[in-house]
């Protein structure tokens, strides 16, 4: 089967988020990339997302789009670096990174235990000629063996790094993101690194809570778990033990402002069900 010539079927919960913010890859290889998956499994979830919490479609699109905003803040030509990209999915942000940062990129490492022969296949297609995305089909928390994977495919520690963090903490809890990020961390804090986390149902106004809930029963019941989830002081104390500085944090309010400018959907802290943050390590 020719991948330029069909769509490919993927697990639901790797299209979920992807088709969500699908009006984010609206142009270049981007586009050609997301046409090629097939989002017909994940309709009906999607609704039912949609149904119970109706800025679902929105906060999704503001925590992709924040993520190429701080991009914009921590990469330079001048200074260029590795990018990590743990739990990369189906994201095709490494076309993203390529299009728009090439020279501040020195490569790209996306780390994940599926989907990743998907994205090989179609990068090669739209991509032939490149040379600095690394496809490393691991999983994240086999903290034994991640490091020596990333080296095998030409990851150096000793090179400052960028780490993409999207969308995992609240899957995976705090010890095993504090064993992941034990990895990255540096004598100098050169690294960065950039991800979101979900707040405690204390933190969130009393009108956004039936809609989190309906939406955290449906997650868990779709993924078979539960949703972590981490207060503001909470990823502090993490960052802390991992001897690392904060550099930012952001509530999707001031998410939102950065973005537009404006606040017209989320106008108090909380609301947005996540909040943003960066931190050396």
């Given at each position: 089967?020719?991948?330029?010539?069909?769509?490919?079927?993927?697990?639901?919960?790797?299209?979920?988020?992807?088709?969500?913010?699908?009006?984010?890859?609206?142009?270049?290889?981007?586009?050609?990339?997301?046409?090629?998956?097939?989002?017909?499994?994940?309709?009906?979830?999607?609704?039912?997302?949609?149904?119970?919490?109706?800025?679902?479609?929105?906060?999704?699109?503001?925590?992709?789009?924040?993520?190429?905003?701080?991009?914009?803040?921590?990469?330079?030509?001048?200074?260029?670096?590795?990018?990590?990209?743990?739990?990369?999915?189906?994201?095709?942000?490494?076309?993203?990174?390529?299009?728009?940062?090439?020279?501040?990129?020195?490569?790209?490492?996306?780390?994940?235990?599926?989907?990743?022969?998907?994205?090989?296949?179609?990068?090669?297609?739209?991509?032939?000629?490149?040379?600095?995305?690394?496809?490393?089909?691991?999983?994240?928390?086999?903290?034994?063996?991640?490091?020596?994977?990333?080296?095998?495919?030409?990851?150096?520690?000793?090179?400052?790094?960028?780490?993409?963090?999207?969308g995992l903490l609240p899957y995976i809890g705090d010890e095993h993101f504090l064993n992941i990020m034990q990895l990255f961390r540096t004598v100098n804090k050169t690294n960065v690194v950039l991800m979101d986390y979900i707040l405690p149902e204390e933190y969130m106004p009393e009108s956004t809570l039936p809609a989190w809930y309906a939406v955290k029963k449906g997650v868990e019941a779709f993924i078979g778990g539960s949703l972590y989830s981490c207060s503001r002081q909470q990823i502090f104390n993490l960052v802390a033990v991992l001897h690392g500085d904060v550099a930012s944090v952001d509530s999707m309010q001031d998410v939102e402002f950065k973005l537009n400018g404006r606040n017209e959907v989320y106008y108090e802290d909380g609301e947005g069900l996540i909040e943003m943050v960066v931190f050396y390590l």
């Open positions: 089967m020719e991948l330029v010539d069909h769509t490919l079927k993927v697990a639901p919960t790797a299209a979920l988020v992807l088709y969500h913010a699908r009006s984010l890859y609206e142009s270049g290889p981007e586009k050609t990339y997301l046409s090629k998956i097939d989002f017909s499994e994940i309709q009906q979830l999607s609704e039912k997302m949609e149904a119970s919490y109706k800025d679902f479609d929105y906060t999704v699109l503001c925590r992709k789009r924040f993520v190429r905003y701080l991009l914009d803040q921590y990469l330079s030509e001048d200074a260029p670096v590795q990018v990590c990209i743990l739990g990369a999915g189906l994201d095709p942000i490494s076309l993203h990174l390529l299009q728009q940062y090439d020279h501040a990129v020195s490569g790209i490492f996306e780390v994940d235990m599926d989907h990743l022969g998907i994205k090989q296949k179609l990068y090669e297609r739209l991509l032939p000629d490149n040379k600095k995305i690394h496809f490393i089909q691991a999983d994240i928390t086999d903290t034994l063996h991640l490091l020596d994977r990333l080296r095998d495919a030409g990851y150096s520690p000793a090179f400052p790094t960028l780490v993409i963090f999207e």
